[in-house]
């Protein structure tokens, strides 16, 4: 076989493997945002442009393959889509494989970027650059970021190498972080550290990246994460780019609506896929006051999607026990994992789809078969019987965040539809458990009383008479969840009730929960100290009992790290 003949034939499969794996993806939720042509016919290179911004038109060997349009005065409708055989809105708003039909005998095109204007060139070019396919070294081109100023004073492209490596554990997928940061933006930024929900740093490795910089992939258990971005030596983070870049409340707290502080996206990454984190400029309709802000985001880019996950499941262990504050021990399939606190939940643990035997031990001992299919949450809750030996409740977490309506599964039904709130919303998404053998009815309120309301992403019956150790009923509530981002100013409290009753009499004993509470960063991370609830996976559990000398509470577990 010739040069040339390889080359074609390593293209070929090249863009065969990225249609497959796109085809093979699960979780539309994790879907890459920005595109959507349907190009499927043409071979992708392994050349890939990416933007944070929201408003560029693109030329390659100068045809120009997106189509923006600045909207006039008298259109009837605002910014509507001008498709191209490219993108069906006409629009680049995110990642862009480069079509193998661009590219010279050399595998290489140019790259030109401008300023808008509908229907024809742009009205000032901002950028020209040659991008080069490498099957064995595919490259990504960051748009408007590089720390070099072309001739009109606008950033240029950056090049960052993207991996072709595949976790070495099946379970496992690979990630990175990618400072292109704009040095000006955000009050100045040095360093980087991808962190975990709680602020916690991930890895040395993904810790103190400088600008225009990336650090080395790094291998974790594949789950559910709202990562980090923290600007080293400060008490300040990276916002991830919203969905919808509105109603910013203050230059330190990019959220939707004010509800929520600096927002970061709860995503599932599912195993074998490759990830990066990437942080930059990002344009767009962030306002604060009168003056439009151009801040600093992140965004999560798919580099390798991962398969269809019929594998793995995840199981966590939460020790909801009084009578075992001082640790239960947890086994699976007779593997010792490590002790859980009173209050607390475990670290998670991966497993083969199929079925596993649970043992837990303090105060006594309990043992349970559990059945694990794969992309599989699943909450193990060891707590108290009426005699104080330990029961357990074993509960699905919805991790991500959809829900299905209209009556039938298989989507015939034009009613149905699945919607992502996590991502779209900022929802907080919690469910309710009474854990208390004293208490036969309880049910859980907003403040003074308010009963949680029915919604598209409430179920207002998952709060209500909830008997111990049982979760919502799925025939009646199939979406056992209630969505508390209006607790901002309220809180969460408990009543006991009974059958026809709501609420109830208030548990005057168990404190109340407030916005703080579904918070795991630390305080000194939000400076203007307007932190509301954080959106996430969660549940809140009544623990204790409900006796002389007893302590009952409630209790916050966020399912997402």
Wanted: proline share 7%; charged share 15%; hydrophobic share 35%.
């Amino acid at each position: 076989m010739n040069k040339t003949a390889t080359k074609y034939f390593y293209h070929t499969v090249w863009g065969l493997m990225l249609l497959l794996a796109t085809a093979c993806s699960k979780d539309k939720t994790d879907a890459h945002v920005g595109h959507e042509p349907d190009y499927s016919n043409m071979a992708k290179s392994t050349v890939r442009l990416v933007t944070f911004n929201g408003n560029v038109d693109v030329m390659v060997n100068d045809v120009k393959v997106t189509n923006w349009y600045v909207p006039q005065l008298n259109d009837p409708v605002l910014n509507p889509p001008y498709p191209t055989q490219y993108f069906s809105s006409g629009k680049l708003s995110g990642t862009w494989y480069v079509p193998q039909q661009f590219l010279d005998a050399k595998g290489q095109a140019v790259i030109k970027t401008g300023s808008p204007a509908g229907g024809g060139e742009p009205v000032i070019l901002s950028d020209s650059f040659n991008v080069q396919d490498d099957y064995y070294q595919p490259s990504d081109y960051y748009l408007a970021t590089s720390v070099a100023q072309s001739s009109t004073g606008t950033y240029t492209a950056t090049r960052v190498p993207r991996t072709t490596i595949l976790p070495a554990d099946p379970s496992h997928i690979r990630i990175r972080l990618v400072n292109l940061c704009n040095p000006i933006a955000n009050g100045g930024i040095g360093t980087l550290t991808l962190a975990y929900a709680d602020g916690s740093p991930i890895n040395k490795s993904t810790s103190g990246i400088a600008s225009h910089a990336w650090s080395d992939y790094i291998e974790l258990p594949y789950g559910t994460y709202q990562f980090k971005v923290l600007i080293d030596g400060t008490d300040l983070q990276i916002p991830g780019k919203p969905a919808l870049l509105t109603n910013v409340t203050s230059p330190d707290n990019y959220s939707l609506g004010g509800t929520q502080v600096y927002y970061s996206p709860v995503q599932t990454f599912q195993p074998g896929g490759v990830y990066t984190i990437a942080a930059g400029l990002t344009g767009g309709a962030y306002q604060y006051g009168e003056y439009p802000l151009m801040p600093n985001c992140f965004s999560v880019i798919t580099d390798i999607d991962p398969p269809v996950n019929i594998t793995y499941g995840r199981v966590q262990v939460v020790n909801a026990a009084t009578g075992n504050e001082n640790g239960v021990k947890v086994q699976i399939d007779n593997l010792a994992a490590s002790s859980v606190s009173y209050g607390k939940a475990g670290e998670y643990i991966t497993l083969v789809a199929g079925r596993h035997h649970i043992k837990i031990t303090g105060s006594s001992v309990v043992e349970k078969d559990i059945d694990v299919r794969g992309g599989d949450n699943l909450t193990i809750w060891a707590w108290p019987a009426a005699d104080n030996t330990l029961s357990l409740t074993v509960t699905a977490n919805n991790m991500g965040g959809t829900r299905i309506r209209g009556g039938n599964a298989d989507g015939s039904d034009a009613t149905n539809n699945i919607y992502d709130p996590l991502k779209f919303n900022m929802l907080l998404q919690t469910r309710f458990l009474n854990l208390c053998p004293d208490l036969p009815d309880v049910t859980f309120t907003n403040t003074n009383g308010a009963l949680f309301p029915e919604d598209i992403f409430a179920a207002a019956a998952a709060a209500q008479h909830l008997r111990p150790g049982q979760a919502a009923d799925p025939t009646t509530v199939p979406y056992p969840y209630a969505d508390l981002k209006f607790l901002t100013g309220g809180n969460v409290q408990a009543y006991s009730s009974q059958p026809g009753v709501l609420p109830g009499n208030r548990l005057t004993g168990v404190s109340a929960l407030t916005p703080i509470d579904f918070v795991r960063m630390p305080a000194h991370f939000f400076q203007d100290g307007n932190y509301g609830s954080e959106p996430g996976v969660y549940t809140v559990a009544l623990v204790g009992r409900n006796a002389p000398g007893k302590t009952l509470k409630m209790i916050v577990i966020k399912h997402n790290q």
